[in-house]
């Protein structure tokens, strides 16, 4: 993990960042589309048949990790201008206005 002072609009190093900051707390803006995915992802029949193929839990829990994290880029790619980071918090940016999406403790 390497989180630092930055400013960026792309998809890619977003869903790097999502990554990083899973280790965080995610605010209750972030809180509420990942809610969200979990129902689309609960209701999603090729999902779940996929999902019983898998043997072992790690293989699911990674899957799954990787999912909720593609589909919240999108969503936030489509909400946002650009992202921040900025005192270890991750903020979506859409004019002048900077929303809080996740936090974590570095130190």
């Given at each position: 993990?390497?989180?630092?002072?930055?400013?960026?609009?792309?998809?890619?190093?977003?869903?790097?960042m999502?990554?990083?900051?899973?280790?965080?707390?995610?605010?209750?803006?972030?809180?509420?589309?990942?809610?969200?995915?979990?129902?689309?992802?609960?209701?999603?029949?090729?999902?779940?048949?996929?999902?019983?193929?898998?043997?072992?839990?790690?293989?699911?829990?990674?899957?799954?990790?990787?999912e909720?994290?593609?589909?919240?880029?999108?969503?936030?790619?489509?909400?946002?201008?650009?992202?921040?980071?900025?005192?270890?918090?991750?903020y979506?940016?859409?004019?002048?206005?900077?929303?809080?999406?996740?936090?974590?403790?570095?130190?």
């Amino acid at each position: 993990m390497y989180i630092k002072n930055q400013k960026f609009s792309d998809e890619e190093t977003l869903l790097e960042m999502l990554f990083d900051f899973s280790l965080g707390t995610r605010s209750a803006y972030a809180e509420q589309l990942v809610a969200d995915i979990d129902k689309d992802l609960a209701e999603n029949e090729k999902y779940i048949e996929y999902m019983k193929t898998l043997q072992d839990a790690d293989d699911r829990a990674e899957v799954y990790e990787e999912e909720r994290d593609m589909r919240l880029a999108e969503i936030l790619m489509e909400q946002f201008e650009s992202f921040e980071v900025k005192n270890s918090c991750l903020y979506g940016v859409k004019g002048n206005k900077a929303e809080l999406l996740f936090e974590v403790d570095l130190y």
